[in-house]
Every structure is written in C-alpha cells, then in structure tokens.
C-alpha cells in the first residue's frame, strides 16, 4: 500500500453490509480532480467552483445512466461520497477511484491520516456500538476532543511540576472511566427468585411487551432468558431467570435452577423478586444469597396484597396488572447501575476514558 503524500486514499466510512446509506471518503492532493473526473454534478458549477462544505447531487461513473449520488465537499483534499447501501454500490465507487490510482485504505487509517487522533478513532468505532442515547453522548463529546484536551492538559501540569493539580486531575479521569468503559456494553440486571413470584411478568412490564411466556404453573421459566432495553437513555441486558426451589419438576427445571444460580454472579445488579402474597420472612428461602452482586428487593403482586400488610423500607411495591412501582423501579435500577448521574453530575459531562488504553495513560 502506498503511503506517499500525493496519493489519493479512499475508505469505506461506514459498516459493511447492508444498509440505507453507504459513505466513501476521498482524500489527498489530487482528491478533488480525482472525483471530478467520475462525478457529474447536477445543475450549475463543477466540483472546483462549490465552496468547502457544499453538498452536491449527480451521477457517478456515465453522465446518463450512472449511480446517483450525493458528493460532499470538506475542502479540495477531503470529499464524502454518498450512495446506496449495501456492498455492491459503495465496492463499485471504490473500485473506479482504485482503477484511477486512488489507494484503499481500512477506515481507521484513513481517518488518522487525515488529521484524526487515536481516541477520536477509538470513539468513532465505540459509537457504532454504543448503548443507548447517554453513551452516544458521553462518546461524540469524546470525539469532538474533549478527553484529548484533557489528557494535554494533565501532560501540561506534569512538565510544570504542578503534582497535587495533575493527581487531582487523573483521579476525575479514573472515577469516570468506570461508567466509560461500560458505554458499549450494556448493564447486566438479573432478575432472581423463588418460582411463581412474577419475575416473567416483571421482565415483560420493564420491557414493554412479551419477552417471556407468564403462567400460573411454577417453573414455566426454565432457563434464562435475556432481553435487551433502555431505561433512562441506558441500555440494561434483563435477565430472566428459572424460578428458586428445592424439588424441581425434573432435570431441565433443575439444570435452569443451577443456571440462574450461576449467572447471578455476573450481574452488575440482581432483583431480589418476592411475592407479597407469601410472608417476607418466608419468601426466598431457596435462594442463594452467597454471592456478593449488589441486590434490590422487589415486592410484586402488590394488588393482591393482604390488607394492612407492610414491606421492609428498602423494598420497592409493584404490580403489573395495575403499574403500580414501575416507574419508580426503573429509576432506582439507573440509580443503584449509575450512581454517578446523581452524586456527581458533572463527572460525566466532560472528559471519559472509554478504553483500556485510556486508562493504561492514567498510570
């Protein structure tokens, strides 16, 4: 591959596959007379008379029967090409800028090479993967600069000899970077209990519609069961597990038991789900409470709640039949996955280490 300054470099900017839109970046020295030669603007002016920023439609290819696409121009070294989705339209645009001598290039390298840092790289590739708005957000501050600006800064303050500022500093970085390096990867929230306590029904309310099947029958669950959504703008992996008892119906209630057990450990968070129809003091006593996951007891069929009947302070009362507590247990779910929104709003606003590298600078 060549690596010649002169030499025109053209990427695919967006996934492979198929899709609605495709982007092929254009850039280096003969960049504008390259695309000028395949593209035929629509209407008055040529590619070499639109200012820096103009957004031109035409034909790519045969001025009569070509693909029609859309070429934006961020100045005479740097163009995007906007076409069809799917690898057939994007491959055929990068195949006739190579057969003029333009060099292909994987997306990351040509980003870099056209002025890109690292971690603006980083944050492109994290967006494509990010979960739910407020990780987007956190990602395209990060893109814009704004953990480069901070990390120059700490370097600033080091070579001043300004320690207790850049220790200061660092601490913010690494107090961030636990939610940053969550951002493409959603929070995990097992939901646990005895059979025939409502965690299906729990699962379906907190989704929106029927991810698991809800009966009367104890251990209709009988494996787990994951289901992905966004409370709060952030994404949350429900996990449904098998229902806790001591006499399974048989080997496959068993082995969903054993597997409900072990995924309890890899949760950022369990509900605790008990029934108000059977007493607190004997509700859940088949299930393992051995593991050291944060937990949060959920009460459900609060409709169906003996009259006068009280809930430990710490529970939160649902119902599914009447939506009594789902609001209210959504947000104590974002509260206890992301504390920092509500302890320290500004820690997130700014600068995020979102890799491990970023973290590995922090020393």
């Known amino acids: 591959m060549s690596s010649h300054p002169a030499a025109i470099r053209v990427a695919l900017l967006t996934p492979p596959g198929r899709g609605a839109l495709a982007v092929v970046g254009v850039a280096g020295r003969g960049a504008l007379a390259a695309v000028s030669r395949l593209f035929s603007p629509r209407g008055r002016g040529s590619l070499d008379q639109r200012p820096d920023g103009a957004v031109v439609f035409g034909r790519w290819g045969d001025r009569e029967r070509g693909e029609e696409i859309v070429v934006v121009r961020h100045s005479a070294e740097r163009f995007e090409v906007h076409c069809h989705g799917g690898a057939a339209a994007s491959e055929a645009v990068i195949a006739s800028l190579e057969a003029d001598g333009a060099v292909r290039q994987p997306w990351p390298e040509w980003l870099k090479a056209a002025g890109e840092s690292t971690t603006q790289v980083e944050a492109r590739e994290a967006l494509a993967r990010a979960g739910g708005p407020k990780a987007a957000r956190i990602l395209c501050r990060q893109l814009a600069g704004t953990l480069d600006?901070?990390?120059?800064?700490?370097?600033?303050?080091?070579?001043?000899?300004?320690?207790?500022?850049?220790?200061?500093?660092?601490?913010?970085?690494?107090?961030?970077?636990?939610?940053?390096?969550?951002?493409?990867?959603?929070?995990?929230?097992?939901?646990?209990?005895?059979?025939?306590?409502?965690?299906?029904?729990?699962?379906?309310?907190?989704?929106?519609?029927a991810r698991s099947i809800v009966s009367a029958e104890p251990g209709t669950t009988r494996d787990v069961l994951e289901t992905r959504i966004v409370l709060d703008g952030w994404e949350v992996d429900l996990v449904d597990t098998a229902g806790l008892r001591d006499d399974p119906a048989?080997?496959?209630?068993?082995?969903?038991?054993?597997?409900?057990?072990?995924?309890?450990?890899?949760?950022?968070?369990?509900?605790?789900?008990?029934s108000t129809t059977i007493p607190v003091s004997k509700a859940g006593s088949t299930s393992d409470r051995r593991d050291a996951c944060p937990a949060m007891l959920v009460l459900t069929k609060c409709d169906l709640a003996p009259p006068g009947s009280e809930a430990p302070p710490a529970a939160i009362r649902t119902s599914t039949v009447t939506g009594l507590g789902m609001d209210e247990l959504a947000a104590a779910i974002i509260r206890r996955l992301v504390p920092e929104e509500r302890d320290d709003p500004a820690l997130l606003g700014g600068p995020v280490p979102f890799t491990a590298r970023h973290v590995e600078m922090l020393g």
């Open 149 to 209: 600006a901070e990390i120059a800064r700490i370097t600033r303050l080091d070579a001043a000899g300004d320690v207790t500022l850049a220790a200061a500093a660092r601490d913010h970085l690494r107090r961030a970077a636990r939610v940053g390096l969550r951002l493409t990867r959603p929070w995990r929230v097992v939901v646990a209990g005895d059979v025939n306590v409502g965690k299906s029904s729990l699962v379906n309310a907190l989704a929106g519609h």
């Open 250 to 274: 048989g080997p496959t209630e068993a082995a969903g038991i054993q597997r409900a057990r072990s995924v309890v450990a890899g949760a950022d968070l369990v509900l605790q789900v008990v």
